[in-house]
Structures are given as structure tokens and as C-alpha cells.
């Protein structure tokens, strides 16, 4: 069974870190392109990081460049997303995602919450 499992949400104060989780079975992991997406309350949901391997390339958005970091471990089959200097606009739900040309896979996602 496919999982993808993001944990390490919660509630920050503005300028405040937060690192995600999410770890994948079911598929091979080293093959995918993971991603971290998220969704604020009325807006689309939008790309925000993805990395193609450890050690492989990394995008950003470019409201978090500098400030998030995509990194994964092939080895524990787990993608991460460190987030640094959170601001309000940060609120969102978070969902990992995993890509291949043949399968496209969503976790539940985890809810950052960045206020005062």
C-alpha cells in the first residue's frame, strides 16, 4: 500500500522554524520526484519545493527561496522540509507528493499554522 505520511506541523511564531516530515512506502522512493505543496484556505494548492534526490536538484517558489530547504534520504525513504523565518503567509496545509511519469502519489498533509 502506497503511503506518503507528513508529520512535525504544529503552530510557530512569526521568524520561527519549523522542519517537515514525510515518509513514503510502496513504491520505489529513489525513483520519484518529491515535492512539497501546500494550500491555504481558498487558494489553489502551489508547488513549494522539489528535490530529485538527495543530492539531486532543488526548485523553489519563489515566495520561500532562501528561507526553505528540500532535502530526502533514499535510504529511509524520507523527504523533508526545513523552514526558516516563517512568516503568516506560510499558513497552510503541507502535502507531500511523489512523481514519477507513471504514478502520482499525495500524502494527507500537516497543517503549519504561523501566528502571534
Known amino acids: 500500500q502506497v503511503q506518503l505520511v507528513e508529520s512535525g506541523g504544529g503552530l510557530v511564531q512569526p521568524g520561527g522554524s519549523l522542519k517537515l516530515s514525510c515518509a513514503a512506502s510502496?513504491?520505489?522512493?529513489?525513483?520519484?520526484?518529491m515535492s512539497w505543496y501546500r494550500q491555504a484556505p481558498g487558494k489553489a494548492r502551489e508547488l513549494v519545493a522539489t528535490?530529485?534526490?538527495?543530492?539531486?536538484?532543488?526548485k523553489y517558489a519563489d515566495s520561500v527561496k532562501g528561507r526553505f530547504t528540500i532535502s530526502r534520504d533514499n535510504v529511509k525513504n524520507t523527504v523533508y522540509l526545513q523552514m526558516n523565518s516563517l512568516k503568516s503567509e506560510d499558513t497552510a496545509v503541507y502535502y507531500c507528493?511523489?512523481?514519477?511519469?507513471?504514478?502520482?502519489?499525495w500524502g494527507q498533509g500537516t497543517q503549519v499554522t504561523v501566528s502571534s
Open positions: 507528493n511523489a512523481k514519477t511519469v507513471w504514478y502520482d502519489y
Open positions: 510502496g513504491f520505489t522512493f529513489r525513483s520519484a520526484v
Open positions: 528535490g530529485t534526490s538527495a543530492s539531486g536538484s532543488t
